[in-house]
């Protein structure tokens, strides 16, 4: 393959700007007054600002109230730092971001395929003493595992808990689940990065903190990227079926190969697939893979220059030399048929290699 064509499958970690976010986000840059000046020209950009917000709500059919934010990452500091909960419940596979900004957290403990037990959640949650914040993600970014979200929700529900949503990989792809707070990443759905938002039922879910934003956040709104966000999530998302058949496709040649598939039996995602080469290094391969014009992504996190093994698959209970050997493949709006039959051929190229070697 020559250098100049590259085959992308890493939309997990973030996808290109539509067109029409690239549209909007220019437009948006014409008006470049802060949201929250008194005159004229802020009062025009002010009302661009709730044109985008009310739009952006109808997009997701969500009645609630909308935060928009610099990211997931700000949404997620958000909902867990000024959250008014006394406890806090955290699956172990969550993103490393709810990881870190949820320390102290109770661990829910997780299935063989990453799922949260919903009666194992209501367990705990029963011997919760004061009102608990609890914090799962809708579609893992490593292994593309759905949960379980309506049945968790309803528990959280029952018990009076507040329930987090982590929807950073499944917004604009799936229909939001029954949260509480939800998260979103624009550059997930092809908006730009850098923006994002933190959906509430109930603003009195959280201490206010900050000026903008109702007084939740601090910080002028970014207004070009917010609209370009607004309108990659109001682009078609008919692509899904094709995206399934891809999918299906590249879990039945690897499996074919000799290769395994993470969580196959669970439900998931049809545009993540996190893959096992056996006796093949997760970095070894995304070296040979990048050499080859592919982009792809390790199941293992690159931390202070050292691989570590997956915090993901630790805790499905994937042993750590197995969990070196996994790789993410992520298919987005444009990932051809071609380009999955061409990457099926150099993960078994690189595979047979390594069996003569």
């Known amino acids: 393959m020559s250098e100049q064509k590259r085959i992308y499958l890493d939309y997990a970690?973030?996808?290109?700007m539509l067109d029409v976010a690239r549209e909007a986000c220019l437009e948006g840059f014409a008006h470049w007054a802060n949201p929250s000046s008194p005159h004229a020209d802020g009062r025009a950009a002010g009302?661009?600002?709730?044109?985008?917000?009310?739009?952006?709500?109808?997009?997701?059919?969500?009645?609630?109230?909308?935060?928009?934010?610099?990211?997931?990452?700000?949404?997620?500091?958000?909902?867990?730092?000024?959250?008014?909960?006394?406890?806090?419940?955290?699956?172990p596979v969550e993103h490393d971001v709810v990881l870190r900004f949820s320390e102290g957290a109770t661990s829910i403990p997780v299935d063989l395929n990453g799922l949260v037990v919903p009666m194992r959640l209501n367990h705990m949650l029963k011997s919760a003493e004061e009102q608990a914040l609890v914090v799962v993600q809708s579609v893992n970014n490593e292994t593309g595992v759905m949960q379980d979200m309506q049945a968790?929700?309803?528990?959280?529900?029952?018990?009076?808990?507040?329930?987090?949503?982590?929807?950073?990989?499944?917004?604009?792809?799936?229909?939001?689940?029954?949260?509480?707070?939800?998260?979103?990443a624009g550059h997930k759905f092809g908006g730009p990065p850098g923006v994002g938002a933190l959906l509430i039922k109930d603003l009195n879910l959280l201490h206010a903190h900050g000026g903008q934003e109702q007084g939740y956040r601090s910080g002028t709104q970014n207004l070009p990227y917010i609209m370009a966000m607004v309108a990659a999530l109001e682009a078609p998302a008919n692509w899904a079926g094709r995206a399934t058949e891809l999918r299906e496709h590249l879990d039945n040649a690897i499996k074919t190969e000799g290769g395994a598939i993470i969580a196959e039996n669970a439900a998931r995602i049809a545009t993540i697939g996190s893959y096992h080469m056996p006796g093949v290094a997760a970095n070894t391969q995304l070296i040979k893979f990048d050499m080859a014009g592919f982009s792809v992504s390790a199941g293992s996190a690159c931390s202070s220059g050292t691989l570590k093994p997956s915090h993901v698959l630790e805790a499905m209970g994937i042993d750590e030399a197995m969990a070196r050997e996994v790789i993410r493949v992520s298919i987005g709006r444009d990932t051809?048929?071609?380009?999955?039959?061409?990457?099926?051929?150099?993960?078994?190229?690189?595979?047979?290699?390594s069996r003569k070697a």
Not at 13 to 16: D, F, G, R
Not at 162 to 184: E, H, N, W, Y
């Open 152 to 184: 968790l929700a309803k528990v959280a529900r029952d018990r009076g808990a507040i329930f987090v949503a982590d929807c950073s990989q499944s917004a604009g792809k799936m229909p939001l689940p029954d949260a509480d707070m939800i998260i979103i």
């Open 13 to 16: 970690a973030t996808t290109p």
């Open 47 to 91: 009302s661009m600002l709730e044109n985008a917000r009310k739009r952006f709500k109808a997009a997701l059919d969500w009645d609630g109230e909308v935060i928009f934010t610099s990211g997931a990452s700000e949404a997620i500091a958000i909902a867990l730092k000024q959250t008014k909960a006394e406890q806090q419940y955290v699956s």
């Open 336 to 353: 051809t048929r071609a380009e999955i039959y061409d990457f099926i051929e150099q993960w078994k190229s690189i595979f047979h290699a």
